[in-house]
């Protein structure tokens, strides 16, 4: 009984360990709450999309093949080809991988750009959405801007374009200081595509299990149901 509390305790508490001033979304109190909604083909598509725009140049997918996202997300071969893949010595039963791994290409930065493909399991999709939300202007770092969940970090602001710029208030909290091309709305909107799509690529068979899931809880349900009803009429014998 007593060591049962201590583990529950040990349970409760391990994933609360963290250097003093942290949260889990390093210096902001908490991080923004998100859980990816990976049934909405569109948004997966637009998800790819702006990772293909935005993040492939430094960090590839590695564990994802092509013709997994291209049947996953009804992507039409031409498109796949043309648009997506593009070098043509590259086969659609490959990796994605965009020719820059980790450690190469990317050393410039002072950091390697991690591979993506299992970041959302990792980090958690709030913790992803928080951090790509959270970028601000810092003239004391190398390429001029820091981020709040993850301080120092050698990730340029490669978002800036679309967003617009942030800075930190004395206070401590972001401030947007300049326009980018989309609105908040449609900024946020583009960002929980993009963490969706991460969330698609962490795990791909998630949109059969959570589907095939509410079928198995459906029968059980009905199951139950009948195996009570079952267990009256056999009783009714017994008494
Ligand atoms: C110019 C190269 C570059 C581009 C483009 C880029 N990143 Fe990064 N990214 C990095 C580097 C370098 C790091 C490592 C930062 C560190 O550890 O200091 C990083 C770190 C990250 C991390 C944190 C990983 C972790 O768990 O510590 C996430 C998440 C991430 N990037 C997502 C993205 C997304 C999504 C995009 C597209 C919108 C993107 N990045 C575009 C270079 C890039």
Redesign the pocket.
């Known amino acids: 009984m007593i060591r049962g509390l201590i583990f529950l305790l040990l349970t409760f508490f391990s994933g609360k360990l963290l250097p003093a001033g942290e949260s889990e979304c390093g210096s902001l109190e908490s991080c923004l709450e998100y859980k990816a909604d990976v049934h909405d083909l569109y948004s997966l598509q637009r998800g790819l999309g ?2 293909m725009n ?2 492939s ?3 590839s997918l590695q564990y994802l093949r092509w013709n997994r996202l291209q049947r996953d997300l009804d992507i039409p071969e031409t498109i796949l080809q043309d648009d997506l893949i593009l070098n043509p010595e590259i086969k659609s039963s490959d990796y994605m991988i965009f020719g820059l791994n980790e450690g190469d290409s ?1 050393a410039w ?1 002072g ?4 591979d ?1 493909t299992l ?1 959302t399991r ?2 958690g999709e709030s913790w ?1 959405y928080t ?2 939300k959270s970028f601000y202007e810092d003239a004391s770092r190398p390429l001029g801007s820091n981020n709040l969940v ?1 301080q ?5 602001n ?2 800036a374009s679309i967003q617009g710029n942030q800075q930190l208030s004395d206070k401590g909290f972001l401030v947007k200081v300049s326009e980018g091309s989309l609105t908040d709305e449609q900024f946020d909107n583009s960002m929980k595509d ?1 963490v969706n799509f ?1 969330a698609y690529a962490a795990e791909p068979i998630r949109r059969d299990r959570e589907k095939n899931g509410i079928f198995v809880i459906l029968f059980f349900v009905i199951f139950t149901a009948v195996m009570w009803l079952l267990n009256r009429e056999y009783s009714k014998d017994i008494k």
């Open positions: 702006v990772y935005y993040c140049s430094c960090h990317t930065l950091a390697s750009a991690p993506l970041r990792v980090r992803v951090y790509l993850l120092g970090s050698s990730m340029p490669v978002l993009l991460l």
